[in-house]
């Protein structure tokens, strides 16, 4: 409980920042979804070319948490109103906001052809922490096998599990990570076409391979995922692809 007392206190620090979308950035990852209840959704990439955005991809379906949506921590000014939940451990629910891109996890020695992305490769040594009473809460780390901290088999990042044979980090309460806040957000390969996550965005293997090897560091990623109101609501505001560019993931 004193997690999530301590996540409502800080609230109001977040409803300060006054930049959602960096200048800089030319990708956008755009998902919108019907309503904060749908635990499906489609999913488009989109450029930013002179000063507009642009899709660089048609909308693919993807797959949310089985319970819907919840506010998350990212780049985004936090509501003032609390008209939805906000994302909190284990809720099933997936993030929804505004988000830094962070590193591709993965099992394999190298990314998909054509990929140029900074990554990291999984070994038996790899946990993300998220129990919420452990120093190093929503974050990557890696343990001394020699001596392995108590906890480490219950936080160990999954090996030989097919869906997480890619993992491309969302930076949900990543910066300075508040305890229950939730945890471990990625985009990753689904467990079927209807099978929703426990609260990452899913979708089909070639997708998230179309995705990594589209990515570009330099080009200062983001991910937006919203229910389709509040997408109109904020798009302009934000600095989000307009409607008339979002068209296909709005109809």
Not at 3 to 30: K, W, Y
Not at 49 to 76: K, T
Not at 189 to 215: D, F, H, N
Request: glycine share 6%.
């Amino acid at each position: 409980m004193r997690f999530l007392i301590l996540f409502v206190f800080l609230l109001p620090a977040f409803s300060l920042q006054a930049e959602v979308i960096a200048p800089h950035t030319r990708q956008i990852v755009v998902s919108i979804a019907p309503d904060w209840n749908s635990s499906s959704g489609r999913l488009q990439l989109f450029e930013k070319r002179e000063l507009e955005w642009e899709p660089a991809s048609p909308p693919w379906d993807v797959l949310y948490g089985r319970n819907g949506l919840a506010w998350g921590i990212g780049e985004h000014p936090s509501p003032a109103n609390g008209a939805h939940p906000y994302k909190c451990e284990h809720d099933k629910r997936s993030p929804v906001g505004v988000f830094k891109i962070g590193k591709i996890f993965t099992y394999d020695s190298a990314l998909p052809k054509g990929a140029k992305f900074p990554f990291h490769t999984i070994t038996k040594e790899d946990a993300w922490i998220d129990d919420p009473s452990l120093p190093d809460y929503n974050r990557h780390v890696r343990v001394d096998l020699r001596n392995p901290p108590p906890w480490f088999e219950k936080q160990r990042m999954r090996l030989d599990d097919p869906p997480h044979r890619w993992l491309v980090e969302i930076r949900h309460n990543a910066e300075s990570p508040i305890p229950g806040a939730g945890s471990a957000i990625f985009f990753h390969i689904q467990r079927g076409p209807k099978i929703p996550s426990a609260g990452c965005t899913v979708m089909a293997e070639p997708r998230i391979r179309k995705l990594i090897t589209w990515l570009r560091a330099d080009a200062v990623p983001y991910y937006v995922l919203l229910p389709r109101s509040e997408y109109l609501s904020h798009w302009k505001s934000w600095g989000l692809p307009s409607p008339q560019s979002a068209r296909q993931l709005l109809d």
